[in-house]
């Protein structure tokens, strides 16, 4: 077995591993699991909602069950390699996991497969981590990945300051920590219900990973530019632009996400505009993508991947919204395209007649935040 293997499996020992072997926390587990294996590329929500629903659960049970199958999903390649392929036995091999089994008769392959094996994710991601940041990083990737992200915020700066923002949560037993690299984002300590907090039913606070903040304050925007965010999704960019002085309009699909960001806007003393009129100062497109830079966060988000890059979905939407939004920039404006993705294949974007002026990738093992890519591209000049 080689180091690559290894390189996802606890390096502490679970205490409360008993608990697992109770029959209403298991059989919650395997229905829990179940559940979200029945659609897989939904696999994320339906744990969600399956977790608010069943209310036998008392609140330490739900997170044992929610440790567990995020858990056999995390390490479901892993485990399958081990033996254990079935529900109730890939339930048995992760305790044993977390138990400090190590597997030592695991045989290795070569560093491609043996790092999918231990992430979870096929070997052509791998082999697209390696091409951009060599072997050693992709390793540190990868361990990286195997773990949970942590919870990080920012104040909205048109209600406070970081400073005013930590000392309103240290009141109510919430510690945190600045977040390197950002004016206003912080880092959560522990774990905590934040919505139910004090400080964000004032609207002093937005949970956002600094990954988007480092984002949202590289555009530079000055007061009252025209900016479209174009995919907008619960707006939490969009947010945080206008709360940084900028008019902000949202074009988003999917009304529900619309009605979100609008309630959060209204939460946070903020507004934004439903529309995509044209001649903007900047448009974001913050497109659909394979998620693989929030694998820390959405385990699940494993099971949509194809085995094969080409079978890959995402690039020919990404270019086909890139081409729509790039109409509504003004003659002398810009156009970020950006993704919660570490892959290539879906991180350069091409546009005729538009030249790179910037390009920006993030790491979770380098920046301690979500994988996330940008690109600002402007018009090229005119011959």
């Given at each position: 077995m080689t180091d690559y293997l290894r390189l996802t499996l606890p390096t502490e020992h679970r205490t409360d591993l008993h608990h697992f072997e109770r029959a209403f926390v298991r059989e919650h587990i395997l229905e829990a699991y179940r559940a979200a294996s029945e659609k897989p590329s939904h696999a994320a929500p339906i744990l969600s909602r399956w977790l608010r629903t069943h209310r036998s659960l008392g609140s330490k049970d739900r997170r044992r069950v929610s440790d567990a199958v995020y858990g056999m999903i995390r390490h479901g390649r892993f485990l399958n390699y081990a033996g254990f392929n079935t529900d109730e036995t890939l339930l048995r091999g992760w305790c044993q996991m977390q138990g400090g089994v190590r597997f030592e008769d695991l045989l290795a392959q070569n560093p491609v497969t043996d790092m999918g094996i231990a992430l979870g994710v096929p070997d052509w991601m791998i082999s697209d981590w390696i091409t951009q940041i060599g072997e050693k990083n992709c390793a540190a990737l990868v361990r990286s990945l195997s773990h949970r992200a942590p919870i990080q915020i920012r104040c909205s700066p048109n209600r406070c300051s970081r400073k005013e923002l930590q000392d309103r949560l240290r009141a109510e037993n919430i510690e945190t920590t600045p977040i390197p690299d950002t004016l206003f984002g912080l880092t959560v300590t522990h774990r905590c219900n934040l919505q139910a907090t004090q400080a964000y039913r004032e609207g002093l606070l937005e949970i956002q990973d600094a990954a988007s903040q480092r984002f949202c304050e590289a555009l530079g925007l000055t007061k009252n530019e025209r900016v479209l965010d174009y995919c907008a999704g619960a707006g939490g960019k969009a947010l945080f632009l206008s709360a940084l002085g900028?008019?902000?309009?949202?074009?988003?699909?999917?009304?529900?996400?619309?009605?979100?960001?609008?309630?959060?806007?209204?939460?946070?003393?903020?507004?934004?505009?439903?529309?995509?009129?044209?001649?903007?100062?900047?448009?974001?497109?913050?497109?659909?993508?394979?998620?693989?830079?929030?694998?820390?966060?959405?385990?699940?988000?494993?099971?949509?991947?194809?085995?094969?890059?080409?079978?890959?979905?995402?690039?020919?939407?990404?270019?086909?919204?890139?081409?729509?939004?790039?109409?509504?920039?003004?003659?002398?404006?810009?156009?970020?395209?950006?993704?919660?993705?570490?892959?290539?294949?879906?991180?350069?974007?091409?546009?005729?007649?538009?030249?790179?002026?910037?390009?920006?990738?993030?790491?979770?093992?380098?920046?301690?935040?979500?994988?996330?890519?940008?690109?600002?591209?402007?018009?090229?000049?005119?011959?």
């Open positions: 900028a008019q902000i309009y949202i074009h988003e699909p999917r009304k529900k996400a619309v009605e979100e960001a609008h309630k959060r806007a209204k939460r946070c003393g903020l507004t934004i505009t439903s529309d995509a009129p044209h001649n903007m100062d900047l448009v974001i497109v913050d497109a659909p993508c394979s998620g693989t830079g929030r694998l820390r966060r959405e385990p699940a988000l494993r099971w949509r991947y194809p085995q094969s890059e080409a079978e890959l979905e995402w690039p020919t939407l990404q270019r086909q919204i890139l081409f729509k939004a790039a109409k509504h920039v003004s003659p002398n404006g810009q156009l970020a395209y950006a993704t919660c993705s570490m892959l290539s294949a879906e991180n350069n974007p091409s546009l005729v007649g538009w030249e790179v002026k910037d390009q920006i990738q993030l790491w979770p093992h380098l920046d301690d935040c979500d994988g996330f890519g940008w690109t600002i591209l402007q018009r090229e000049p005119a011959h």
